[in-house]
């Protein structure tokens, strides 16, 4: 029997309502299968943690971490804490510390999903993000000087790195190869002349080793509008952590909500564990009320299953979303359904045991 085991954050706000159905379907999906099994593990990190222990997780975190094969994570930050720490104590230094580099997150529609979008088809919906997970704009890097005085000054560094840039942009380059597809690249050289006038180069340099892979390169003020206007056009998407991040709201946004967006970390080398996590926030907003949608997170567990290779149970899961959405019976608010969080979570159960 191969045995996974899954170190559990389910975090903060709606992190834990969330998380709760990701771990049953992905229970559920070991024991029909029957020859791999889950072994889950629950870190109670988060912002009650900091209120009483100062800090977002034990100082040994990424240690007790690094033994896992992969993390299971809800969400993270709450009123209370500042975002900038709760988020740069955990989730982002579980990222920098794991060299999650790749940020994999699929923007597609699914049959039933609400597409705010006039004549949009389900196939015209149907893009894999490779977000830069590791630097650029995310660095870290920078000073606050002067602080509080007059003359006060902050910095804010981004960091491109030819390794880490590199890397990425073939790993996507590798996607577009394997699955056929055009690979589109999006930056904003006109107006950040070194780093992304850098990024264009580095895009340029290695499409030369792939010349059967169809390329096109993007403004990102540019792209947002054509995400809008003409989705079709993107299938594999290469760009910097923080377009990235930005972007892929707006394509939740065009295609069923923050409730149905899911996104892998991944160290693709598996030095280290990969994270998998809804790309929401902890919504604080509707936390504690069992309102929240956990597609989302169903739809990570189904990345979590392809990383390992159980990729007939990833895609089982796709198509069990898809069944919930089309039946319409079985949906939380955000969908226009009245279920709750938890009743999500057994219909896809028993969508799969069908
Ligand atoms: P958010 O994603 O938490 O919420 C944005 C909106 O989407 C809210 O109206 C919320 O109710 C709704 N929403 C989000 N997920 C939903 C779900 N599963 N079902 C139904 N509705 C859902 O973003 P925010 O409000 O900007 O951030 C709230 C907190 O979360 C902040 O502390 C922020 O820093 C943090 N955050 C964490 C992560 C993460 O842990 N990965 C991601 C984004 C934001
Ligand atoms: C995401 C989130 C994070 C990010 C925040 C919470 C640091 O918005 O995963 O999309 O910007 O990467
Ligand atoms: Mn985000």
């Not at 969400?75 to 794991?98: C, E």
């Not at 910095?155 to 996607?175: D, K, M, P, T, W």
Request: with cysteine.
């Amino acid at each position: 029997m191969q045995k996974h085991k899954i170190a559990v954050i389910a975090g903060d706000g709606i992190g834990p309502e969330v998380i709760a159905e990701g771990v049953k379907v992905l229970k559920k999906t070991a024991s029909l299968d029957g020859s791999f099994e889950f072994e889950f593990t629950d870190f109670p990190w988060g912002c009650e943690y900091y209120l009483k222990e100062g800090r977002m997780m034990p100082e040994n975190g990424i240690e007790i971490l690094s033994k896992f094969d992969a993390i299971f994570l809800g969400a993270v930050g709450f009123p209370g804490v500042p975002d900038h720490i709760s988020l740069w104590q955990l989730l982002l230094t579980i990222r920098k510390s794991f060299d999650q580099y790749i940020n994999l997150r699929p923007v597609k529609l699914l049959e039933g999903a609400p597409c705010p979008l006039a004549g949009v088809k389900r196939e015209d919906i149907n893009m894999t993000f490779v977000r830069e997970n590791s630097e650029g704009e995310y660095a870290g890097s920078g000073a606050w000087l002067y602080k509080d005085k007059p003359n006060e000054v902050v910095i804010q560094n981004g960091v491109f790195s030819r390794h880490g840039c590199e890397r990425v942009i073939r790993y996507a380059f590798e996607l577009a190869r394997a699955e056929k597809k055009t690979l589109t690249s999006i930056s904003k050289g006109n107006a950040l002349n070194y780093s992304m006038v850098f990024w264009d180069q580095i895009f340029k340099e290695v499409s030369a080793e792939y010349p059967d892979v169809e390329t096109h390169s993007l403004l990102v003020d540019a792209a947002s509008m054509f995400m809008v206007k003409d989705p079709k056009r993107f299938q594999i998407v290469v760009t910097s952590n923080l377009f990235g991040d930005i972007l892929t709201d707006l394509g939740a946004a065009i295609s069923g909500g923050m409730g149905l967006a899911a996104g892998a970390n991944l160290n693709p080398e598996r030095k280290y564990p990969s994270m998998f996590e809804p790309i929401h926030g902890s919504a604080p907003d509707i936390a504690g009320q069992q309102i929240s949608n956990p597609l989302a997170t169903v739809w990570a567990a189904s990345q979590m299953l392809d990383f390992f290779g159980h990729k007939e149970w990833g895609a089982k899961l796709i198509d069990a979303i898809e069944t919930l959405l089309k039946e319409k019976k079985t949906l939380t608010p955000d969908l226009g359904g009245t279920a709750k969080t938890s009743e999500v979570g057994d219909a896809v159960c028993a969508v799969i045991s069908k």
